[in-house]
């Protein structure tokens, strides 16, 4: 209990520094650490498989990319737009009403004292596995074609610059 | 067509601005100024002279006059043709000839820096060995540096008793050096940075969809790893794809013109091993053939085949240390360069014991040879020559030339077309990669070299391989006139006359030039007739070879610029002076 | 968790740890006098007995030098992107096993920290976040080589991460599980790199490759960006980012040899599991020398030709292998393994070699 609510203190305070940060890698950085710290409670709630795919795809990957991009375009500090004027309360807002949602849920269903450890395997990489390929199989392959698709999007993006360079 | 058919051919072309130079011991023709640009274009086109080797200038206090010397060779080899331009020493103009040879770029900019001369037309005339905040033009004869003593060594206040002070003593720290007016050293923005920069390509561009894309800016150096010494390269680049290049050099630069004016005659020839301290033998002899024109001099037959022999071990060590270290520039971890050293150390034997020293060599004099050949050190060449190196040549080539990586790396890129390898004014196994066959030893036969049976290398690509591969070519053609050398070499004599402190120079001007390692090694003397040189100017080809440098660097990646420089090989002790 | 249980974790982790950290001190020591040797030197050889203090004088050297912290520099970054580098590199190593269960004072002591099920898995994803401190450095310098060093080792990470998963897969389907003492295990009959050779050499590249090792140096490239993402660094900040390297370098041995050439498998070893670690120390030995051997052997390749290399032949290669694994398995034909992949590593070094007859000819 103690660890959740270090971790859950870790979470938050990372989630705020991401926003409040006027420096891009700053605020990619505080998502990373975000991103370790939700790893760490998949690992609590007994699924490694989910912890160590979070780190490598979001904070190994995805990230590691958003840095490449920051750098590259050389945009690390960001500069005061601040043109949104109407935005700001109005998400302000919002996030209450989301938030004062999310605890008259949880107060009222009182679902709290019925989270049960889950099975042994059920995080397991091969109780994954056999979710894919049998029960899930249509989504996945789904997943993969709309991956597939990106992917031919952007080397497409990249051929028509290149020929661009050349006329 | 003789010299006599050439002379009049010029004169029928140009009845008005071109006449023959007749002061005493000079030769050429002199232009005049508003003459040059047609004279120039007309040699180029029309009298097939169509590589300019050598820019400098003179400074004639005497008769007021600034006066530009120009050296012009056919790549189909034969004697040089020189032609000089005057001007008034107030306001020195000349016209630019950048647009018919490119290749004096960096040599009219040097002899504005050094000379004062002002190029008319040249694009971007900045000071090139000194900084941007220098006072003055040191080649000019008023031109006195800090410490002055006096004109001419030796110096009367130290000669013949050896007697010394020390500068500081007499100059405290500060007042010894000259600012312009209204310049103070501690509050100095280099504007000359912004006149490189500027020189450079803009720094945004916008492609077709209407993205712009910021350049970088890149200085390489003049702290850096693989620049070879203390060179700078001014790059802006696209992404890491090279859009404009600037060479920045001089942070090495001693004036060693002015130096080299203060010395004797005798006292140049140590001076001249710390141009290209890896070749100093063939530094020596190009200075020394120089003197010998004007002197008038023969050399003994034993002396000639030892400076062949050891101006031939020299490209071979040079060649092998190139190849080592360009191997290195391009990221093999110090292996083939460790192992070409290993040779050259073999060849630096024999120069220590013929010679004395390892690098600094100061073995040739004027009509011979400081010493002859010791004991055994005929033989130790014989065995590196017909056994050890021509093997080891043979190692590299088979371990190195077929590497794939280094094929990816060096084919294909850094081309330099046979055309602006003559344009630019390179020389040596640059020039020669390029398709060019043009080896002064061939060319231009000076010494001994007509005796000896060996092939011009040269190949076609002009890419880095080419300028890679064209060394290993070198070696095993040196070897050749190696093999030979050591073969015939007579007994005799090694020095004509008796060996002597202080030559008598008859006055006049020469021109010397030797097929050194790095290319066309030129001196420029002109005497008047007392004990130092009046003019002594080095045509060094470290530094005209990176005039093609930046053209060769266009499109090319960061890590490509390292590997063409390396092909191009220069020493900064030369490059810089 | 019983309280013994705990300490046999702390210390098992710090007999890991202090051998790693030994190790890379002398590792550097053995590149160096393996370099050495290669290039026909002496190496270090004056602290010590044949030079072995070296590394400590080193060590003393490095404590004592001066810490330059830029001017513009990022400083928090600056400061912890060294700290960043060296975590994941010794924490890589947790899952790999050492040796069987031995019995030490009537206590069964399995020799390795985590036998997890996702020990595969996890190893990817502590390599997939090691890059951040090299880009961080890179970043927090604000020096231009710097950040091309980060920027470089960013893509150069990515590209080659794919063809190290997928090397990965390959062993997985191999061996049947993610565990590692069970790909060990799997490895009694036959070693994964005789059954699977291609899979092996790709695994190798990539990994010089996540490295930053030569000829994949990129990100330092001594010659191009005089020293890359680590220009600015100096003194203890600096020895972190070697120390990060070669540990690194000791802990992704130790990867190769579990997967590829059967982990702390040997002779004897059933009846003697101490020998474990011997045998995984052997193996480690002649990795790394094999990565000196190529660092000293071969020159640097050019930063765009990597990348096609990574991408175009390699992930292309490691993909096809995963397929004939596959094959194999399903059919159950396990000597048509070695076999295609053989014949599809042929086919990629035709691939390099064609592209590479293409550039010539286009001059």
Not at chain 1, 42 to 71: H, K
Not at chain 3, 67 to 85: D, S
Request: charged share 20%; with cysteine; aromatic share 12%.
């Amino acid at each position: 209990m103690t660890v959740f609510i270090i971790l859950a203190l870790v979470a938050i305070i990372t989630a705020l520094g991401m926003l409040i940060s006027r420096n891009a890698v700053y605020s990619a950085l505080f998502l990373v650490l975000n991103f370790a710290t939700v790893a760490v409670f998949y690992l609590l709630l007994g699924a490694p498989f989910i912890a160590i795919t979070q780190v490598t795809v979001y904070a190994g990957a995805i990230m590691v990319l958003f840095l490449f991009v920051i750098m590259l375009l050389g945009t690390d500090e960001l500069e005061d737009t601040d043109n949104l004027t109407w935005q700001r309360p109005l998400a302000i807002g919002l996030a209450v009403v989301l938030v004062v949602e999310g605890i008259y849920l949880m107060l009222s269903q009182n679902t709290l004292g019925f989270i049960t450890t889950p099975s042994e395997d059920l995080g397991s990489p091969q109780a994954i596995g056999d979710m894919l390929f049998s029960k899930y199989l249509l989504p996945f392959e789904a997943t993969s074609i709309l991956l597939l698709v990106a992917m031919v999007g952007a080397i497409v993006l990249t051929v028509k610059n290149k020929k661009g360079e050349q006329s | 067509m003789t010299e006599s058919d050439f002379a009049t051919r010029l004169n029928d072309r140009f009845p008005e601005g071109v006449t023959a130079d007749e002061r005493e011991g000079y030769q050429g023709y002199i232009i005049a100024a508003d003459k040059l640009i047609e004279f120039a274009t007309a040699l180029r086109d029309e009298f097939e002279f169509d590589y300019l080797s050598s820019v400098t200038g003179v400074d004639y206090p005497d008769e007021g006059k600034l006066e530009a010397v120009y050296h012009a060779y056919k790549t189909i080899g034969g004697a040089e043709l020189v032609f000089k331009v005057q001007t008034d020493r107030e306001n020195p103009e000349i016209p630019s000839l950048i647009d018919i040879y490119p290749g004096a770029d960096f040599q009219e900019r040097e002899a504005w820096d050094l000379l004062g001369i002002k190029f008319t037309g040249h694009p971007d005339l900045r000071r090139i060995l000194l900084w941007e905040g220098f006072e003055g033009h040191p080649l000019r004869k008023d031109w006195q540096e800090a410490y002055y003593e006096a004109d001419k060594k030796p110096f009367k206040s130290r000669w013949p008793k050896a007697e010394y002070t020390r500068a500081e003593a007499k100059n405290p720290y500060g007042a010894n050096v000259k600012y312009p007016d209204k310049f103070d050293p501690e509050k100095w923005v280099p504007e000359g940075e912004d006149a490189l920069y500027g020189s450079l390509a803009k720094y945004e561009t916008t492609d077709k969809d209407g993205l712009k894309t910021d350049h970088l800016t890149v200085n390489l150096g003049p702290q850096h790893p693989s620049t070879h010494g203390v060179f700078r390269i001014a790059a802006t680049l696209d992404g890491e794809k090279i859009m404009n290049l600037n060479p920045v050099m001089g942070y090495l630069h001693r004036n060693h013109e002015k130096i080299g004016e203060r010395n004797t005659y005798l006292q140049n020839m140590p001076f001249t091993d710390r141009l290209d301290y890896l070749s100093s033998l063939s530094n020596n002899f190009g200075y020394a053939i120089a003197v010998e024109k004007l002197i008038g001099i023969e050399v003994p037959e034993r002396a000639e085949y030892i400076r062949v022999i050891m101006a031939e071990l020299t490209r071979v060590q040079n060649h092998l240390f190139a190849i080592g270290m360009f191997l290195n520039d391009i990221g093999a971890f110090f292996t083939p360069s460790l192992y070409a050293i290993e040779e050259r150390e073999l060849v630096l034997d024999v120069f220590e014991m013929v010679t004395g020293s390892r690098m600094m060599c100061n073995y040739l004099r004027f009509g011979g040879l400081a010493r002859d050949l010791p004991d055994g050190s005929l033989q130790k060449i014989r065995d590196l020559v017909f056994d050890r190196l021509p093997r080891k040549t043979d190692e590299m080539d088979r371990f190195l030339s077929e590497n794939e990586i280094l094929r990816s790396r060096t084919v294909g890129q850094g081309y330099l077309s046979t055309e602006d390898a003559i344009k630019y004014s390179a020389a040596g196994p640059v020039l020669r990669a390029s398709g060019v066959p043009y080896d002064i030893r061939r060319a231009d036969p000076y010494s001994i070299y007509d005796r000896f049976k060996f092939d011009v290398a040269v190949r076609y690509n002009g890419d880095i391989y080419d300028r890679y591969y064209i060394r290993l070519d070198e070696i095993r053609e040196s070897i050749k006139i190696l093999q030979q050398a050591v073969e015939q070499i007579p007994e005799g004599e090694i020095q004509t006359g008796k060996p002597r402190y202080q030559m008598k120079v008859p006055k006049g001007e020469s021109y010397g030039r030797v097929e050194g390692p790095k290319g066309e090694l030129g001196f420029y003397l002109v005497s008047d007739g007392t004990g130092n040189p009046y003019r002594y100017h080095v045509r060094a080809p470290s530094f005209i070879n990176l005039t093609a440098f930046g053209p060769m660097c266009k499109g090319l990646k960061v890590a490509d610029v390292v590997a063409v420089l390396g092909s191009i090989d220069i020493v900064l002790g030369e490059t810089d002076r | 968790m019983d309280s013994a249980l705990i300490w046999e974790m702390v210390i098992k982790s710090l007999v890991l740890i202090l051998a790693l950290l030994t190790g890379f001190a002398y590792l550097t020591y053995y590149e160096r006098r393996g370099l050495a040797r290669i290039q026909s030197r002496v190496g270090p050889n004056r602290a010590g007995p044949a030079g072995l203090l070296q590394p400590i004088a080193d060590a003393v050297k490095l404590i004592f030098k001066e810490e330059f912290t830029p001017g513009q520099a990022y400083k928090v970054i600056f400061i912890l992107a060294p700290i960043i580098t060296v975590i994941p590199a010794i924490l890589i190593t947790a899952t790999v096993p050492w040796g069987g269960t031995v019995t030490i004072g009537g206590r069964e002591v399995m020799l390795g920290i985590a036998d997890i099920n996702i020990g595969v898995l996890y190893i990817m994803s502590v390599a997939s976040i090691a890059v951040y401190g090299v880009v961080l450095a890179g970043w927090a310098s604000n020096n231009k080589y710097a950040m091309m060093g980060g920027l470089r080792s960013t893509a150069q990470m990515i590209s080659y991460e794919l063809a190290l998963g997928l090397s990965f897969v390959g062993v997985i389907l191999l061996a049947n599980s993610m565990r590692m003492t069970e790909i060990v295990e799997a490895q009694r009959g036959l070693w994964f790199a005789f059954l699977q050779p291609v899979g092996a050499v790709v695994f190798f590249f990539a990994t010089l490759a996540e490295l930053n090792r030569g000829p994949f140096d990129m990100p330092e490239a001594e010659q191009e960006l005089s020293a890359g993402y680590n220009v600015e660094y100096s003194g203890m900040k600096f020895a972190l980012f070697f120390m990060a390297e070669y540990t690194k370098m000791v802990s992704i041995s130790a990867i190769i040899a579990t997967l590829f050439w059967g982990g702390y498998r040997g002779p004897f070893i059933d009846t003697m599991p101490g020998l474990g670690p011997l045998y995984m120390f052997i193996k480690i030995f002649f990795i790394l020398f094999m990565m000196i051997w190529v660092r000293a052997s071969w020159p640097r390749i050019r930063y765009d030709r990597l990348m096609d290399l990574g991408w175009k032949i390699l992930l292309p290669l490691s993909l096809s292998l995963v397929f004939i694994n596959a094959t194999g398995i399903l059919l159950n034909q396990m000597w048509l393994i070695p076999l295609l992949s053989i014949g599809a590593g042929f086919l990629a070094i035709q691939a390099i070699n064609l592209s590479l007859r293409r550039k010539e000819n286009a001059r």
